[in-house]
């Protein structure tokens, strides 16, 4: 099971010597990120299902660092990168349908959703005592140019917005055409972003709904090979910042843990010998954890027929 903070805190603390929560809180967060970029151990992957409601374009969870398998209405597929749209043999960036199943990664963005055209934001909290908390939105105008705004007599690139209590269709103010960043403070709940088109005919949207440390907000965006009802997708969470005792660590060692806060403060010395020793003991307490935990499998053999050169059986044999 993961490791809740205020378990381990008196531990790293006596590790670290005479310091606050926050000092803390912070090794924690450290040792956590180094430890999670040396493999996809089982407490950092997580599996879902999103309903796509037809659609090819899929904007995953908050919590996705990284995609690592997905299936189209329950059909395997293969993974592209977005080097794959300038590949001579790739789907490039046209809208036709790829006879294969598969899906390509497309990146971060601020928002779950595009602009469907020119329109005006709002952003709505759910708790009052929100209603303080900075917003501040970039992006392209009507005219194809960087939103600016003017504080205190000088250009500032983007526009400050101030929570209100509900989505009111504002009728004068900036108009955006497309969303290129997102930036909010912290809050006590959710933030939510709404658009209301230009036009007068289309309805208002959401376009962006933000927790409260989400403070700049990047949401993975993924486009299907094939329109599809639903996905199902194996992923790798993110990483998150310590900020209390009752938070708990993505990881199964606690030995692991203490070993890269003492490793990471042997860094902060300038000792990377003896450092790079305690790292590597982290990483095999983590290894052995897992392979204690993980039942005996093997890989199979993923055979593509598509170019007619393998008989479909072949994929059974």
Same mark, same amino acid.
């Given at each position: 099971?993961?490791?809740?903070?205020?378990? /381990?805190?008196?531990?790293?603390?006596?590790?670290?010597?005479?310091?606050?929560?926050?000092?803390?809180?912070?090794?924690?967060?450290?040792?956590?990120?180094?430890?999670?970029?040396?493999?996809?151990?089982?407490?950092?992957?997580?599996?879902?299902?999103?309903?796509?409601?037809?659609?090819?374009?899929?904007?995953?969870?908050?919590?996705?660092?990284?995609?690592?398998?997905?299936?189209?209405?329950?059909?395997?597929?293969?993974?592209?990168?977005?080097?794959?749209?300038?590949?001579?043999?790739?789907?490039?960036?046209?809208?036709?349908?790829?006879?294969?199943?598969?899906?390509?990664?497309?990146?971060?963005?601020?928002?779950?959703?595009?602009?469907?055209?020119?329109?005006?934001?709002?952003?709505?909290?759910?708790?009052?005592?929100?209603?303080?908390?900075?917003?501040?939105?970039?992006? /392209?105008?009507?005219?194809?140019?960087?939103?600016?705004?003017?504080?205190?007599?000088?250009?500032?690139?983007?526009?400050?917005?101030?929570?209100?209590?509900?989505?009111?269709?504002?009728?004068?103010?900036?108009?955006?055409?497309?969303?290129?960043?997102?930036?909010?403070?912290?809050?006590?709940?959710?933030?939510?972003?709404?658009?209301?088109?230009?036009?007068?005919?289309?309805?208002?949207?959401?376009?962006?709904?933000?927790?409260?440390?989400?403070?700049?907000?990047?949401?993975?965006?993924?486009?299907?090979?094939?329109?599809?009802?639903?996905?199902?997708?194996?992923?790798?969470?993110?990483?998150?910042?310590?900020?209390?005792?009752?938070?708990?660590?993505?990881?199964?060692?606690?030995?692991?843990?203490?070993?890269?806060?003492?490793?990471?403060?042997?860094?902060?010395?300038?000792?990377?010998?003896?450092?790079?020793?305690?790292?590597?003991?982290?990483?095999?307490?983590?290894?052995?954890?897992?392979?204690?935990?993980?039942?005996?499998?093997?890989?199979?053999?993923?055979?593509?027929?598509?170019?007619?050169?393998?008989?479909?059986?072949?994929?059974?044999?």
């Amino acid at each position: 099971m993961s490791i809740r903070v205020g378990d /381990i805190k008196a531990s790293i603390q006596t590790l670290l010597g005479a310091c606050d929560d926050v000092a803390i809180y912070e090794r924690l967060t450290e040792a956590v990120e180094v430890l999670a970029n040396k493999s996809n151990f089982d407490p950092l992957l997580g599996t879902v299902d999103l309903v796509t409601t037809a659609s090819r374009y899929v904007t995953l969870p908050n919590d996705v660092e990284t995609p690592l398998a997905l299936n189209i209405g329950g059909r395997p597929t293969f993974a592209r990168d977005r080097w794959a749209s300038y590949h001579l043999n790739g789907r490039g960036d046209t809208t036709n349908q790829d006879v294969t199943w598969a899906y390509d990664d497309k990146g971060d963005h601020p928002t779950f959703r595009d602009l469907d055209g020119p329109a005006r934001l709002v952003v709505q909290y759910d708790l009052i005592a929100d209603a303080t908390v900075s917003f501040r939105v970039n992006g /392209i105008d009507q005219n194809d140019e960087k939103v600016y705004s003017i504080v205190t007599g000088n250009p500032q690139e983007g526009l400050l917005y101030l929570p209100t209590a509900s989505a009111v269709n504002p009728v004068t103010g900036q108009i955006f055409k497309r969303i290129t960043s997102v930036q909010k403070g912290e809050s006590d709940g959710y933030l939510t972003l709404w658009a209301f088109p230009t036009d007068g005919i289309s309805a208002v949207y959401a376009v962006g709904r933000y927790e409260p440390f989400d403070l700049v907000p990047k949401y993975r965006r993924l486009i299907l090979s094939r329109s599809a009802d639903w996905v199902r997708l194996e992923y790798r969470k993110k990483t998150f910042k310590v900020r209390s005792d009752e938070d708990l660590l993505p990881l199964h060692s606690r030995m692991a843990v203490r070993l890269m806060c003492k490793a990471l403060k042997k860094y902060d010395e300038d000792n990377f010998d003896d450092g790079l020793k305690y790292e590597q003991k982290a990483i095999q307490f983590l290894v052995e954890e897992q392979i204690s935990r993980s039942p005996p499998a093997s890989p199979s053999l993923q055979i593509n027929t598509l170019n007619a050169v393998v008989d479909p059986s072949d994929r059974i044999d």
